[in-house]
């Protein structure tokens, strides 16, 4: 794609993380540059009511909660990075913005991640985490539920909304940022615009390595039935190698009888939600996210 293509925030905030080689030696050092960079790319954050760490069921968590007290809707939140990078701390800001301006509750999972801890653990502490929310009805509205997530969390939270259906406790809603989806990795070419080709699959080989069956519906969400699912906000960015097969999703979900609401945002690069102190999108795109939240708070989750 044509550079002139690139909006100039994007084009400003592409050399703000120092990158370092993403190899298995030096993953100790990528994860730390994805932390280190949090000040410039999310800022401090805002100041809400309550933001607390907590034992999700046995899964370290960390709980937002802005406004009034009293029992409110919850999205859980799988953080973006890979399924190998990011933490509680690198969506810090943005999980206080979701709060802020949904009114919901936020809980983000610190999962265990890869390549330490490959498929299905990341899976497995969300679920924990997820049961943990049906035991808080004092504070969190276990009626009301939904799933989030950015980027690898996308596919996290995908997979979590299918899960929940097929155990019987449907969820309210389900939020993709830039989700990863398809493990085909049929890129297109916009290395040069962050994320690279080859970064994903050094994500995929990590997360589902050699001899794991990336066929099945949890690591390919394109081949389960989607039917009954929860409706869906999927946000894509037109310079994402990940944005044609979030769209791809988000068509699979429409023709499955889901409502979602889809959006590419133009000139954008990969993961510019959680960017909140370079990009003016960010926060019309987390605008978006609670537009749709709070319609759909109201509507009791399908049985």
């Not at 999700?56 to 999205?75: E, K, N, Q, S, Y």
């Not at 406790?169 to 040069?192: K, N, S, T």
Request: a negative charge; one cysteine or more; proline letters at 9%.
């Amino acid at each position: 794609m044509e550079p002139s293509r690139l909006h100039p925030q994007a084009r400003a905030a592409l050399g703000v993380q120092r990158r370092q080689p993403l190899t298995l030696d030096n993953l100790a050092a990528v994860r730390r540059s994805m932390v280190d960079a949090v000040p410039d790319e999310v800022g401090p954050g805002r100041a809400i009511s309550s933001v607390t760490d907590v034992d999700a069921g046995g899964v370290p968590a960390r709980l937002f909660r802005d406004g009034t007290a009293g029992a409110r809707p919850v999205l859980l939140y799988a953080h973006g990075g890979g399924w190998v990078l990011g933490d509680l701390d690198t969506h810090d800001g943005f999980c206080r913005e979701l709060a802020a301006q949904t009114g919901w509750a936020v809980l983000a999972v610190d999962y265990r991640r890869a390549p330490e801890h490959p498929f299905p653990a990341a899976l497995d502490d969300l679920a924990k985490a997820l049961d943990w929310v049906h035991t808080r009805p004092d504070d969190l509205d276990p009626s009301r539920v939904g799933v989030a997530g950015d980027s690898a969390g996308g596919h996290l939270a995908a997979v979590t909304a299918r899960r929940a259906r097929d155990a019987g406790r449907p969820l309210a809603a389900q939020v993709l940022v830039c989700p990863v989806v398809d493990p085909a990795m049929a890129y297109p070419d916009l290395d040069g615009y962050g994320l690279h080709r080859d970064e994903m699959r050094f994500f995929w080989d990590a997360y589902a390595p050699a001899g794991t069956d990336r066929a099945v519906p949890d690591l390919d969400p394109l081949r389960a039935d989607l039917a009954g699912l929860p409706p869906a906000v999927v946000i894509t960015a037109e310079l994402d190698v990940l944005c044609p097969e979030g769209e791809r999703y988000a068509a699979a979900l429409m023709n499955a009888g889901v409502p979602v609401v889809a959006t590419r945002f133009q000139g954008m690069v990969h993961n510019f939600p959680r960017k909140l102190a370079l990009f003016d999108a960010a926060p019309v795109a987390v605008a978006q996210i609670a537009a749709a939240l709070r319609r759909w708070s109201q509507r009791p989750a399908r049985h």
